[in-house]
C-alpha cells in the first residue's frame, strides 16, 4: 500500500512546478524575440524580463506552498 505524501516532498515538488512555470514563461518571452530581428543583448533582456514576469505570475497564482493541513474527525 502507498501512504500519503509527506509535506517536505510536497513542499519540493511544488518548488519544482514552480521553477518549471518560471523557466517557461521566461524562455517564451525569450523565443518570442527571435521572430523579429533583433539582437542578443535584446533577446536576453526580453528573456531577464520573461523570467521576472514569471516569478510575479507564479508569485500570484501559487501564493502558498501547496501545504495541506488534515485533520481528524
Partial sequence: ???PISSEE???LML???AVFVVVIGASAGLITLLGETTLLETALV???GLVFGVLIVWF???GTGE????RR
Avoid: I
Fill in 1 to 3: 500500500m502507498v501512504g
Fill in 10 to 12: 510536497r513542499s519540493r
Fill in 16 to 18: 519544482q512546478l514552480k
Fill in 47 to 49: 528573456t531577464g524580463v
Fill in 61 to 63: 497564482v501559487f501564493p
Fill in 68 to 71: 495541506v493541513k488534515r485533520t
